[in-house]
């Protein structure tokens, strides 16, 4: 038969949700999505205290999660990845993957418009 589960996330789709759900924030807020094997949606998540490697591996093990793909806002609506974005984003990759989580994207989202770590060979 053919089964309407749960279908692998899309990139232009991510973008579009992420921007959707974090846009309007006024304060920095970071979202995860967990995925399994298949690239499929397990959890989204808001962290409102940050990123932290720690609690990112410890929420990845307890869903079972294969990949995840990361996000924040930038109230300030500049999309342009910080020196700390850069650092953070390499941190997490590298907590996760002792776990075999692959971290698949970093996407900001900065008003109506976002960037994709992915896209530009950042991750």
């Keep these: ?13 991510v973008r579009k949700y992420l921007s ?4 309007d924030f006024e304060h920095e807020v970071f ?3 967990f995925l399994d094997t298949q690239h499929r949606l397990i959890e989204y998540s808001e962290l409102f205290r940050g990123m932290y490697p720690r ?7 307890r869903l079972n999660a294969a990949a ?25 990759r590298e907590a996760l993957a002792l776990v ?10 900065a008003g109506g418009s976002t960037i994709s770590f992915a896209e530009r060979g950042l991750i």
């Excluded at 959707?20 to 846009?23: D, F, G, I, Y």
């Excluded at 609690?55 to 093990?61: F, G, M, P, S, W």
């Excluded at 990361?70 to 984003?89: C, F, I, Q, R």
Aim: charged share 20%; aromatic share 0%.
């Design 31 to 33: 979202a995860v999505l």
């Design 1 to 13: 038969g053919c089964s309407a589960g749960r279908r692998s996330v899309q990139p232009v789709a």
């Design 55 to 61: 609690e990112l591996v410890k929420e990845a093990l």
């Design 100 to 109: 075999d989580v692959r971290t698949l994207d970093h996407v900001i989202v």
């Design 68 to 92: 995840v793909i990361v996000s924040h806002n930038h109230p300030s609506g500049n999309p342009e990845p910080s020196g700390a974005d850069k650092v953070l984003t390499q941190r997490l």
């Design 20 to 23: 959707a759900k974090l846009a």
